[in-house]
């Protein structure tokens, strides 16, 4: 069955543009994945788990504990029991007892088969996977190749999306960046987050420094109370309880008191100030949302979804402002770029790419 797999994805790759992906069930518990405007019956049982991706990777547990991926309409078998199981923006990968697996340019490939649940470690970003092995080499899997990074012991490995960090046995803070490993300082920082050509920390005297398209760059930023890492941003709240982002060597003060509640994903800063205005911050440009505190809202990479005071669906999409149901909802799923829900029973409503799309 595998291999039939591989032929699929050698068959189309390339051809295919991103498409949104989504589940939901019938009135017989049936379960449906949403794909390219279509819906397709994958299982007549209730799933077990799942996790949907962008690369157009659908993977789940299925009700008799099988691993099965869907890919352009069709089922696969990956593994026979529930393996470990991840998805990035790029990656699908699982581990099964020993082996860690991945599936890349169009088939499964095998990275280590000398790994120990439970004593190993591993790691994986949108475009970086990392773990340790028996013989306690630290291994990294990047642009299509492995290559061993450390023959001893490392600590505080962090991933996000296409940066690596870690400290090696002698206290050496390091980046793998492009393909590269980089010492960038023989201590070991208190703090340090990575993200999208981006990793902030700071150093022996408190001050931030920033590691930005390969280039350590040194701040003016004084000491903060908190902060926050998006892909190429910080956010944090001065000592004076200003919200402040920094972005691309700028600074910019957002909100003269801290706020109420504040959420970073990806290239989105979501905030709530005291007077209750929903407000966001997205590449470089501040926008006022709304006069009012949603009912509720979920924040993807590009995408918030929320309800408004009647429960009616909104949403700021990549920088965009729209509505996504003019009708009442009382419940809804955001998978992606895909936002998944009901009007009436029996009925799945799914908004992907600015249309709306109905299923019963």
């Known amino acids: 069955m ?38 397709n019956m ?14 157009n990777v659908f993977a789940y547990i299925a009700a008799n504990n099988r691993l099965k991926v869907y890919y352009r309409g069709k089922v696969f078998t990956v593994n026979d029991n529930a393996a ?8 699908f990968l699982y581990q099964n007892f020993n082996v860690i697996s991945v599936l890349y340019d169009n088939e499964f490939r095998t990275l280590e088969t000398l790994f120990r649940p439970g004593v190993d470690s591993l790691y994986y970003g949108d475009s970086i996977i990392a773990w340790t092995n028996t013989l306690g080499e630290f291994n990294v899997f990047y642009n299509g190749k492995t290559q061993i990074l450390e023959r ?13 960090t870690w400290v090696d046995i002698s206290g050496n803070f390091k980046v793998f960046y492009r393909g590269e490993p980089i010492t960038i300082e023989t201590y070991e920082p208190f703090h340090f987050f990575p993200n ?7 150093d022996y005297y408190n001050n931030f420094k920033f590691f930005y398209n390969g280039e350590l760059q040194e701040t003016q930023i004084p000491e903060v109370s908190e902060y926050w890492v998006g892909e190429e941003f910080m956010a944090y709240i001065t000592l004076q309880r ?47 949302l709304e006069r009012y505190v949603p009912l509720s ?27 996504i149901s003019d009708q009442i909802v009382k419940k809804y799923q955001l998978y992606n770029e895909a936002v998944t829900y009901s009007l009436q029973p029996f009925e799945t409503k799914v908004w992907c790419n600015k249309k709306t799309f109905t299923f019963n």
């Open 196 to 202: 999208r050509n981006f990793i902030v920390y700071t």
């Open 297 to 323: 809202f979920e924040v993807d990479n590009d995408i918030i979804v929320y309800q408004d005071l009647d429960g009616r669906l909104k949403g700021f999409y990549y920088g965009e402002q729209l509505d």
């Open 84 to 91: 470990n199981y991840y998805m990035t923006d790029n990656f």
């Open 42 to 55: 994958i299982e007549n049982l209730p799933l077990r788990s799942f996790k949907v991706g962008r690369a």
């Open 152 to 164: 001893s012991e490392v600590k505080r490995v962090k991933i996000q999306d296409n940066v690596m």
């Open 242 to 288: 200003q919200l402040a982002v920094h972005y691309k060597g700028n600074t910019e003060v957002l909100l003269q008191d801290r706020p109420v509640k504040l959420l970073v994903k990806e290239n989105l800063l979501v905030y709530i100030d005291a007077g209750k205005n929903f407000w966001c911050w997205y590449k470089g440009k501040k926008y006022w």
């Open 2 to 39: 595998r291999g039939a797999l591989v032929w699929v994805f050698i068959s189309i790759a390339g051809s295919v543009a991103a498409q949104c992906l989504a589940p939901f069930q019938d009135v017989n518990n049936f379960v449906y994945v949403f794909d390219a405007g279509q819906s």
